[in-house]
């Protein structure tokens, strides 16, 4: 595949692992979100990958009305392309995840590529009180939970989202998972050119190794050829050393308070812009161009800002 010209920052604002507990600087009410969402965009992140929250205590929300509160500021104060997740709740139906994503209809969203363990328990022992209530209980029993996305739930997803030409961030945590893709794409479920999100070190998914992210894009290449763009994002501490990696491979690159709260080893970052500053001063010094969002919806091919429902 030829190296592409630009690098696509994408931010992932807040996510559906932290708590309020971990981070100070992890948004969950609506002005929050936006506020760091347009910093993040103003630092140079072309794409916002969004989730919402229970504004009164940080909860993860799949909840329309939740989106809806921050989702109007952000397109009226940016041209970033808005991307709403469909993976937000690891307890939901895929019908319930999707409603955000339908409801708004945005240029891109997300779509997880496997059922898999998703486990972020061993961060309960870091802390010894909590914030709110919900949040020992909700990190403790990750270790119970199976994030399910079978090939009917995709399927479904992608056939009742079609009709809205939202463009998707095939999430993709695992090898087996680009096997899914391929055979989803051969049935004709996604349009070419597809972006991948190569996602490393999940409990429950490949590690954040870079022989991994070698062995992903060499799987990739192998099973896409030239009809796919991809990303990486490495979660916490491999977040900025994937995301170097893969901006020098030609690829894309994915940062935000979703991934990892921390800027450098121990020291939590203060915000989701000082990440994308951070990544993009490192992908410019070693002479990438960092994307426009009007370069990443030409790359994307995606529909444009004017045609999205909020
Ligand atoms: N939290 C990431 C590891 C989604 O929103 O659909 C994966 C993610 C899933 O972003
Ligand atoms: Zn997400």
């Known amino acids: 595949m030829a190296r592409q010209q630009k690098t696509i920052i994408t931010c992932a604002i807040t996510?559906?692992?932290?708590?309020?507990?971990?981070?100070?600087?992890?948004?969950?009410?609506?002005?929050?979100?936006?506020?760091?969402?347009?910093?993040?965009?103003?630092?140079?992140?072309?794409?916002?990958?969004l989730h919402a929250r229970n504004p009164e205590n940080g909860a993860v929300s799949i909840n329309p009305v939740d989106f809806a509160a921050f989702l109007p500021r952000i397109k009226q104060a940016t041209d970033a392309v808005v991307n709403i997740s469909t993976g937000g709740s690891l307890k939901n139906t895929i019908e319930k995840r999707i409603a955000p994503a339908l409801r708004f209809s945005p240029e891109m969203c997300s779509m997880n590529m496997g059922s898999m363990n998703f486990s972020f328990h061993p961060l309960a022992r870091r802390f010894d009180a909590f914030k709110f209530d919900w949040e020992k209980e909700y990190i403790e029993n990750s270790d119970t939970y199976i994030f399910r996305n079978t090939f009917a739930d995709i399927e479904n997803a992608a056939t009742q989202l079609a009709p809205h030409g939202i463009k998707f961030e095939h999430e993709c945590y695992d090898v087996g998972?680009?096997?899914?893709?391929?055979?989803?794409?051969?049935?004709?479920?996604?349009?070419?050119?597809?972006?991948?999100?190569?996602?490393?070190?999940?409990?429950?998914?490949?590690?954040?190794?870079?022989?991994?992210?070698?062995?992903?894009?060499?799987?990739?290449?192998?099973?896409?050829?030239?009809?796919?763009?991809?990303?990486?994002?490495?979660?916490?501490?491999?977040?900025?050393?994937?995301?170097?990696?893969?901006?020098?491979?030609?690829?894309?690159?994915?940062?935000?308070?979703?991934?990892?709260?921390?800027?450098?080893?121990?020291?939590?970052?203060?915000?989701?812009?000082?990440?994308?500053?951070?990544?993009?001063?490192?992908?410019?010094?070693?002479?990438?161009?960092?994307?426009?969002?009007?370069?990443?919806?030409?790359?994307?091919?995606?529909?444009?800002?004017?045609?999205?429902?909020?």
């Open 15 to 49: 996510g559906a692992i932290h708590t309020p507990t971990m981070s100070d600087a992890l948004p969950y009410t609506a002005d929050d979100i936006a506020t760091q969402a347009l910093d993040a965009a103003e630092a140079g992140a072309s794409v916002l990958h």
């Open 177 to 310: 998972h680009l096997y899914n893709l391929k055979f989803c794409m051969d049935i004709g479920l996604f349009k070419a050119p597809i972006f991948i999100q190569f996602i490393f070190g999940i409990l429950g998914g490949i590690g954040p190794e870079i022989d991994n992210l070698i062995f992903m894009k060499r799987t990739a290449d192998r099973l896409f050829g030239e009809d796919y763009r991809w990303s990486v994002l490495g979660a916490g501490g491999a977040q900025m050393g994937l995301a170097t990696t893969a901006s020098q491979m030609g690829g894309n690159v994915r940062v935000g308070l979703e991934d990892s709260l921390f800027i450098s080893r121990g020291k939590l970052a203060e915000s989701n812009a000082q990440q994308v500053a951070k990544i993009r001063r490192i992908v410019e010094d070693l002479g990438c161009e960092v994307a426009t969002p009007d370069e990443a919806r030409e790359m994307l091919d995606l529909k444009g800002g004017d045609r999205v429902g909020f």
